[in-house]
C-alpha cells in the first residue's frame, strides 16, 4: 500500500462518524473541467538535419488533438480541534486524432508524445488516472498527504496540455503568523500530463532524453520556504530544494508593485543557486547537461547560478515589459524533469524553450492588451520575445560542438472567455511560438496550440 493510498485509509476512518459534520459537506466544492487541445508542431530541419534526430525518432512534423475531462472534488474540514477532510482529482484524456506518423514518439519510450501515452509507435486512444489527497487543519496550518500540485519557486506543476502534470507526496503549510507563510514538503514521484503512471524524478542530461527507459530516476525531492508579504505591494521569498542525489538549490525572490503616474510598475527580481549532491557529484551516470569541455560524457554535476529581472508597466489595459536573465555556472539551469513535460520558476519559461543553457544571457520584450477596455471584457492578447546568446554546445566526446551560439522566440497568445450568459465561462486559446537558433545539429520549431475549455460547477 503507498502512502496515499495509506493516508486517504486514515482519512475515511476518521472521518465515518464525522461526515455529517458542518463544515466537511457544506464547504464541499467539485467542479468537472473540460479541455478540447490542439497542437501542432513543425520541427524544422529534423530530418534534413543531424542523423543523431533521425536515429532519435524525431518527427519533422508532430500532431494531436484530444478530449480532456477533470473532475476536481474538494471537501471541507470536519469540525473540532483538528480538522480533517479529502480532496480528489480525476483525469481521463480521449484520443480525437492522431497517427503513428503525428504522434512524435518513433521509438515507442515511455516518455510518450506530445499529448497521449504511447502504444507501441503511437498514442493510445485513452489514458485516465484519480488521485486522492488526505488533509488536516489545526488553526491556520494545514497538512497534505497523497496527490499534490504545487506551484512554487522550487516546483512548479505543469499545466501545458490536455491534462495537468500531478506529484505524489506530503505538504504542510503554515499561516499561523500574519503575513508570513511557511510551506516544506517532500515528493516521491511524478505522473506526467501525457502518463497516468507515476514515475520516478530526475533532470536534463540524467533523465535519459529520447532514450527515457534507459534514464536515471530517485523517489527523494525535499523542499520549503517562506512567504513574507511585507506589505500589499512587497512580497519577499525563500526556497530551498533538494533533489536527492542530484542537485541542492536555493532560491530568494522580489516582487513589488509601484503606483506610478496612472498606471503601476511590476517588479519581479529572482536568483537561484544550484549546487550537485551525491551521486551527482562523481556518477556521469546522474550528470547534468551544460557547458562541459574534456568531459567523456559531456556532462558533468551542477554547477548553476541563475539571476533574473522582469519590469511590467501596466496602465489602461497595456502592459509593456521588459526582462533580463543570466545563466552562469558550467551546467544548464536544474529543475525537476523527467523528459516528459515539466515546468521551471524563470520569467523565461515559454511555450517552447526555457533559455537556461550553461552561459546563456537573455533578455525579453513583452505587451499584452486586455480588451476590456474597449468594450469586449473577456478578450485579451499578447506576445513575447526573447533573444538568448553566448552560451557554447559540447559534444558527446567533451569537444566544442559550437561557440558563441544564440537562440530566440517569440511567442503570440489570443484569448477569449465568455463573461455572461448560459455559455459564461466558455473560453477559446491560441497560442503560437516561434522557435529559431544557429545550434548545431539542432532542429527549429513552429508550434500552434488551439484550446477550447469550459468549467461546469458540480457542487
Known amino acids: ?49 543531424s542523423a543523431a534526430n533521425r536515429a532519435n525518432g524525431v518527427r519533422s512534423k ?21 480538522g480533517f477532510g479529502v480532496d480528489a482529482i480525476g483525469l481521463l484524456g480521449v484520443k480525437l486524432d492522431s497517427s503513428a506518423a503525428k504522434h512524435g514518439n518513433a521509438l515507442g519510450t515511455s516518455s510518450g508524445g506530445s499529448v497521449f501515452p504511447s502504444d507501441g509507435d503511437h498514442a493510445a486512444d485513452e489514458f485516465a488516472s484519480l488521485g486522492l489527497t488526505a488533509k488536516a487543519k489545526i488553526s491556520q496550518t494545514e497538512l497534505r498527504i497523497g496527490t499534490l500540485q504545487p506551484k512554487l519557486p522550487v516546483i512548479v506543476t505543469n499545466d501545458g496540455r490536455m491534462l495537468p502534470q500531478t506529484f505524489q507526496g506530503g505538504q504542510i503549510t503554515s ?89 503601476v510598475l511590476k517588479t519581479d527580481l529572482r536568483y537561484f543557486h544550484s549546487t550537485d549532491d551525491g551521486k551527482n557529484g562523481n556518477d556521469p551516470s546522474y550528470y547534468s547537461a551544460g557547458d562541459y569541455r574534456g568531459q567523456t560524457s559531456g556532462k558533468g554535476k551542477v554547477d548553476n547560478n541563475l539571476y533574473s529581472g522582469l519590469f511590467l508597466y501596466t496602465v489602461e489595459g497595456h502592459t509593456f515589459g521588459g526582462g533580463y536573465q543570466v545563466s552562469n555556472g558550467s551546467s544548464d539551469f536544474p ?31 513583452r505587451y499584452s492588451y486586455d480588451f476590456a477596455k474597449l468594450g469586449v471584457p473577456g478578450l485579451t492578447a499578447g506576445a513575447v520575445y526573447l533573444r538568448g546568446d553566448n552560451f557554447d554546445t559540447v559534444n558527446k566526446a567533451g569537444g566544442v560542438a559550437g561557440s558563441g551560439l544564440s537562440e530566440w522566440e ?37 508550434e500552434n496550440r488551439l484550446i477550447v475549455s469550459y468549467s461546469i460547477p458540480l457542487l
Do not use: C
Open 175 to 263: 499561516s499561523e503568523f500574519k503575513d508570513l507563510t511557511f510551506t516544506g514538503g517532500q515528493i516521491e514521484h511524478a505522473k506526467g500530463r501525457n502518463s497516468s503512471n507515476n514515475e520516478g524524478l530526475s533532470i536534463a542530461g540524467a533523465n535519459g532524453g529520447s532514450n527515457y527507459d534507459a534514464g536515471k530516476f530517485v523517489n527523494k525531492f525535499y523542499y520549503g520556504g517562506a512567504d513574507y508579504k511585507v506589505n500589499k505591494d512587497l512580497l519577499l521569498q525563500y526556497y530551498y530544494g533538494n533533489l536527492e542525489d542530484f542537485y541542492k538549490q536555493h532560491f530568494l525572490g522580489l516582487t513589488h508593485n509601484w503606483s506610478i503616474g496612472p498606471g
Open 335 to 365: 529543475w525537476l524533469n523527467q523528459g516528459d513535460g515539466s515546468s521551471a520558476y524563470l520569467t523565461t519559461d515559454m511555450q517552447i524553450q526555457k533559455f537556461a543553457r550553461a552561459g546563456e544571457r537573455t533578455w525579453q520584450a
Open 410 to 446: 517569440r511567442d503570440i497568445t489570443v484569448a477569449y472567455v465568455v463573461q455572461e450568459g448560459t455559455l459564461k465561462n466558455l473560453g477559446f486559446m491560441w497560442k503560437n511560438a516561434m522557435w529559431r537558433n544557429d545550434i548545431p545539429s539542432s532542429r527549429e520549431q513552429d
Open 62 to 82: 508532430t500532431e494531436e488533438w484530444g478530449q480532456g475531462f477533470q473532475l476536481d472534488f474538494t471537501s471541507g474540514f470536519t469540525q473540532g480541534t483538528v
Open 1 to 49: 500500500m503507498n502512502k496515499s493510498t495509506l493516508a486517504l485509509a486514515v482519512a475515511v476512518g476518521l472521518l465515518a462518524q464525522q461526515a455529517s459534520a458542518a463544515g466537511f459537506i457544506e464547504d464541499s466544492k467539485a467542479t468537472l473541467k473540460l479541455r478540447n487541445f490542439y497542437i501542432n508542431n513543425d520541427n524544422r530541419d529534423a530530418e534534413a538535419g
